[in-house]
T-cell receptor, first 115, second 111 residues
Framework: DTEVTQTPKHLVMGMTNKKSLKCEQH?????MYWYKQKAKKPPELMFV???????INESVPSRFSPECPNSSLLNLHLHALQPEDSALYLCASSQTQTGLGETQYFGPGTRLLVL | GNSVTQMEGPVTLSEEAFLTINCTYT??????LFWYVQYPGEGLQLLLK?????DKGSNKGFEATYRKETTSFHLEKGSVQVSDSAVYFC??????????FGDGTTLTVKP
């Protein structure tokens, strides 16, 4: 099984809502990532978890709050978002964070619209 | 810092044409190099990779060779199909575990 799943597929939320994005993998990977991708742009790294601990936070605003409850799950909690946060949010995983040539496996993404 | 520069798109080709998408990079140390493909409405999929100089990555008829002397990792395919229409991203990663992506090149193949 080389699949990363993400739910929901689409999400519409108001600026005062609280919502969560979920990501799951069962490949035994110990590194998990959140990326933000705007239309016609490359993915931008937001967070990296390594062995369930936050390893990298790319200066992401606090209205985005990541959580890694166990080695298979990764959540992204959203609160008080702005319209400019509308984007495709991609989750990825890899065997480890720092291995040479580590391949990242991406999920299909959650398309978020903030009204 | 690290950076990846891809040839600007979009690229439009007829079926069975030869494809080249140029990619050059700047990095400290010895990065690994990747090509990812993104089909409409989907996440990124690894197409091929190379981890050291002169390595050739290949998959589904696509090839790219890690050229340290020219800091390049150009993607080639001898005969493209309509189903190859997608966005292609060149990327590098270092042992810090952070990936740097190029801006992406949109390929459209017409029958």
């Amino acid at each position: 099984d080389t699949e990363v799943t993400q739910t929901p597929k689409h999400l519409v939320m108001g600026m005062t809502n609280k919502k969560s994005l979920k990501c799951e993998q069962h490949m035994g990977h110990r590194a998990m990532y959140w990326y933000k991708q705007k239309a016609k742009k490359p993915p931008e790294l937001m967070f990296v978890y390594s062995y369930e601990k936050l390893s990298i936070n790319e200066s992401v605003p606090s209205r985005f709050s990541p959580e890694c409850p166990n080695s298979s799950l990764l959540n992204l909690h959203l609160h008080a978002l702005q319209p400019e946060d509308s984007a495709l949010y991609l989750c990825a995983s890899s065997q480890t964070q720092t291995g040479l040539g580590e391949t990242q496996y991406f999920g299909p993404g959650t398309r978020l619209l903030v009204l | 810092g690290n950076s990846v520069t891809q040839m600007e798109g979009p690229v439009t080709l007829s079926e069975e044409a030869f494809l080249t998408i140029n990619c050059t990079y700047t990095a400290t140390g010895y990065p690994s190099l990747f090509w990812y493909v993104q089909y409409p409405g989907e996440g990124l999929q690894l197409l091929l990779k190379a981890t050291k100089a002169d390595d050739k990555g290949s998959n589904k008829g696509f090839e790219a060779t890690y050229r340290k002397e020219t800091t390049s990792f150009h993607l080639e395919k001898g005969s493209v199909q309509v189903s190859d229409s997608a966005v292609y991203f060149c990327a590098l990663s270092t042992n810090a575990g952070k990936s740097t992506f190029g801006d992406g090149t949109t390929l459209t193949v017409k029958p």
